[in-house]
């Protein structure tokens, strides 16, 4: 038997190796295995559809002239991407096209399913055999891209999400699995992509479901025998928003079921959207074949949002409210509510009932007693941002003075005081400290530390100013 697939193969990954980091060699290239070579047409087998559309995506040019360097001019490349189920395992043949553009030639497998299947189909969200198209996607119309606010705390969540939305199933991040702490914005952000798909794509049949809905349903769908109904269902969803995924674990039956719409929909170009407390790594109580197709895709985090991040998020809220509050009541909310955005948006909320049900007006005053209540502890971590802020207004002078490369003394002594209060009322390591304030090393925070105190020991009107600034961080 000829092995010159095999020997013109080997070719192309030695040139290959040498023009493309190790670990990626190791994960995209070694994986393939050569097929057969006729006249300048290499076939190799590529293990998904997945593999296949990033080895296009991420690979094209290097691929493309390896070929024509081993081949020479007129090569052609040809994929079979092996996707095959419990009774048929013959691979779908993709041929080298040149652009982007591909498809797969075949009809793309299903999940086999008893003769039954064939009986109409029972919709556990709406009334029985309604049409495809109006199955609800039950999505919040106010989540969308245009009411989430992006800052570092979600930029590349929100990036993803958006060019999701902008091609569903087309892109490389299928699965997109979001993940984050409670009350990050993962809902929201799952489901302003499944608002954007229905807008851009009217036909395209979405649906968001929690985790927990999920098995409910199912469990309800094994107890009447209906289980190829609910596969049914879920097997004709265009774009999948299921929240909560790590809901999942330990329940092996709804495990196996999802595993097996899953496998669907991806094989089928379909959109997969899923959120998570965790990153799939760190899932416990789920299986490893599952875990995998987590990573087949992007996965990305949502992480507490920043100082500014928050005020806009609070701007935002009351603007669309219809209210007035004045910065120094926001600065003060989002400088001690700075664990989750739900948190944050409550204590607003709060804060503008208590005024309504008492018919006073929203000052410092009554915010900071409403947070107290609120906070379990009031006097929690500041952050360097809203320290920075306090100092300078105190001195008013802006806060990017701070970062400018002068020996001003009343910018120095601001900057020492901001250091000061930073590694008292923080956690931040000096050397955090310093990078955040005029990008200075830990040596120069321990320094402006000791020069206040002795200040403070030395100087009556520095003194007062120490503890007017304590009083306003502390408030």
């Known amino acids: 038997m000829s092995k010159e697939h095999w020997t013109a193969w080997e070719s192309c990954l030695r040139i290959i190796r040498d023009n493309v980091p190790a670990g990626s060699f190791k994960t995209w290239f070694e994986p393939i295995v050569p097929v057969k070579l006729d006249d300048k047409v290499l076939t190799i087998q590529v293990p998904s559809a997945f593999f296949y559309e990033y080895l296009e995506e991420q690979f094209i040019d290097i691929l493309r002239k390896t070929l ?35 498809k797969i030639q075949n009809k793309p497998l299903t999940i086999p399913m008893s003769p039954e299947d064939k009986a109409p189909i029972k919709n556990p969200f709406v009334i029985p055999g309604i049409q495809k198209l109006q199955i609800d ?41 979001i993940y984050g702490n409670s009350g990050l914005g993962k809902t929201h952000l799952a489901q302003a992509i499944g608002i954007e798909v229905k807008e851009k794509y ?31 269902f879920y097997q004709m969803i265009d774009v999948l928003i299921l929240d909560d995924v790590h809901e999942f674990a ?30 799939p790594i760190e899932l416990k109580g789920m299986e490893q074949r599952l875990l995998s197709r987590f990573k087949w895709g992007l996965t990305a985090d949502l992480t507490v949002p920043d100082f500014e991040t928050r005020m806009e998020i609070l701007k935002r809220k009351v603007y669309k409210d219809g209210i007035e509050l004045s910065e120094e009541v926001l600065e003060y909310i989002a400088s001690h509510i700075t664990n989750n955005i ?19 007006e929203i000052t410092l005053d009554l915010a900071s007693k409403l947070i107290n209540k609120l906070v379990k502890n009031s006097r929690r971590e500041l952050s360097i941002e809203y320290i920075s802020k306090v100092v300078c207004d105190y001195f008013s002078m802006p806060v990017e003075s701070l970062q400018a490369k002068t020996r001003k003394r009343e910018v120095v002594q601001a900057r020492q005081l901001t250091m000061y209060f930073s590694k008292t009322m923080t956690k931040y390591s000096l050397a955090s400290i310093g990078a955040q304030i005029g990008n200075k090393d830990h040596a120069t925070v321990l320094h402006a530390c000791k020069t206040v ?9 520095f003194r007062h100013y120490v503890d007017e600034i304590e009083k306003k961080l502390k408030m």
């Open 250 to 279: 330990g329940k092996e039956k709804t495990q196996e079921t999802f595993f097996h719409i899953f496998n669907h929909l991806h094989q089928t170009g379909r959109q997969l959207i899923l959120t998570s407390d965790k990153p």
């Open 68 to 102: 024509r360097m081993v081949l020479g001019t007129g090569a052609k490349l040809e994929y079979n991407v092996v996707m095959g189920t419990n009774h048929n395992d013959m691979p779908y043949t993709i041929k080298y096209p040149t652009n982007n553009n591909f």
């Open 137 to 177: 996607p039950q999505l919040k119309q106010e989540n969308t891209f245009e009411n989430f606010v992006e800052g570092e705390c979600n930029r590349l969540a929100r990036s993803a999400g958006y060019a999701v939305s902008q091609n569903p199933g087309g892109t490389a991040f299928n699965p997109l699995m």
């Open 342 to 360: 739900r948190e944050l948006e409550g204590a607003l909320v709060s804060l503008l009932a208590q005024s309504m049900l008492n018919k006073k």
């Open 453 to 461: 105190n002795n200040l403070k020991e030395t100087d009556k009107n």
């Open 202 to 232: 009217p036909d395209k049949v979405v649906l968001y479901v929690n985790a927990n809905k999920f098995q409910t349903q199912f469990t309800e769908a094994t107890r009447n025998n209906n289980r190829n109904d609910f596969l049914n």
